[in-house]
């Protein structure tokens, strides 16, 4: 297992950017497919962004598809994921997620998780 911090998050106003960073520790880092995912208040964990091993793949769900990007940096064991032109629904707890095994967007798919870290939109 690796072990995954998040950190970044804050108040932001409506179409401000935000910049969250995964600092993950082990030396087998480059092994993993990781993902950003993020839980609103009464609703459930859901998938926001993946990157494959090398980085080179990427996957966005559609609502955040042209705002956010999510990067990796396997020599610093670092992921992170730039989010522009914030929206209030975009509130929520973003996790960090990473697992050994095949290319998913699922929730269960991932074994490693972080805290998780605040990011808020205000009006």
């Known amino acids: 297992q690796v072990q995954l911090v998040e950190s970044g998050g804050g108040l932001v106003q409506a179409g401000g950017s935000l910049r969250l960073a995964c600092a993950a520790s082990g030396r087998t880092f480059s092994s993993y497919n990781v993902a950003w995912f993020r839980q609103a208040p009464g609703k459930e964990r859901e998938f926001v962004a993946g990157?494959?091993?090398?980085?080179?793949?990427?996957i966005y769900t559609d609502s955040v598809k042209g705002r956010f990007t999510i990067s990796r940096d396997n020599a610093k064991n670092m992921v992170y994921l730039q989010m522009n032109s914030l929206k209030r629904e975009d509130t929520a707890v973003y996790y960090c997620a990473a697992d050994t095994t095949g290319w998913s967007t699922s929730r269960s798919a991932f074994g490693s998780w972080g805290q998780g870290t605040q990011v808020t939109v205000s009006s």
């Open positions: 990157t494959s091993r090398s980085g080179i793949g990427t």
